[in-house]
């Protein structure tokens, strides 16, 4: 008996102390980030989508997911909640930094909002990204802004670039956007007050967004939730994660 109390005793002092992965990942990354209270691991979430033709004012969906916000930081307590809406003419581009249970809140609203399609803010989104267990967040706020751009058309250039080249484009531009507004000095809201004259060619452009939104690679909210609750299952002769057949949207 007492060697088996002193086991489950060695045990117990071993789960204390965090020798598993995630307390490992939790104790690199407050290295990384001394400053900042480690309580999950970070993970970045990339939609694109169309914005209804019915919406009559695009701050109404900007509007939405500050109150999604702010009813998540309600539900789920010190999951920080930081990204950006970008609204363009008739497209978005929606970069969110959470835990796992905070992105895949936004996905289920997401969902929630395609069974609705009379009270649609977005149309047909898909998952461009899901980055997981980042060192630091690019984002240290949420915020959304109403872009003042034309309408613009696709180039025959643009419709023969493939999928993975489009992918890597919008998010290196997305990346590059993040790191010239956090080094800007000023807080995200201001910062984005003058993003169209300080850093356009940094804003990913409204006929890369519809050509990836025609490409049936990227994975819907409600196919990536439905991957996200299955068993894990790779055939060993697949290179697809999770039985997608764009890995980077997994």
């Excluded at 999928?163 to 531009?173: P, Q, V, W």
């Amino acid at each position: 008996m007492e060697a088996k109390d002193g086991d489950k005793k060695q045990k117990s002092s071993e789960e204390d102390v965090g020798t598993s992965l995630f307390h490992r990942r939790l104790a690199h990354r407050m290295l990384l980030n001394p400053q900042e209270e480690m309580k999950f691991l970070l993970h970045r979430l990339v939609v694109i989508g169309g914005i209804s033709p019915e919406l009559a004012d695009k701050r109404d969906l900007g509007g939405h997911y500050e109150k999604l916000n702010q009813r998540l930081q309600r539900h789920c307590h010190g999951d920080g909640f930081t990204g950006l809406l970008l609204l363009y003419p008739s497209h978005l581009v929606h970069v969110v930094e959470s835990s796992s249970e905070v992105l895949v809140s936004v996905l289920q609203d997401l969902s929630d909002m395609k069974e609705q399609s009379h009270s649609a803010l977005i149309v047909e989104p898909r998952v461009l990204v899901v980055s997981h267990d980042l060192p630091s967040r690019i984002f240290q706020d949420w915020r959304y802004k109403v872009l003042d751009l034309p309408a613009t058309t696709l180039t025959s250039a643009t419709r023969k670039e493939p999928i993975g080249k489009l992918i890597s484009d919008a998010l290196t531009l997305l990346l590059k956007l993040g790191d010239h507004l956090l080094k800007s000095g000023k807080d995200l809201k201001t910062s984005l007050e003058s993003l169209q004259e300080k850093a356009p060619e940094l804003i990913v452009p409204q006929d890369v967004l519809a050509q990836l939104l025609e490409r049936e690679e990227l994975l819907t909210p409600q196919q990536y939730l439905q991957v996200y609750h299955s068993p894990i299952s790779i055939p060993i002769d697949s290179r697809h994660v999770f039985g997608s057949c764009c890995p980077a949207t997994v």
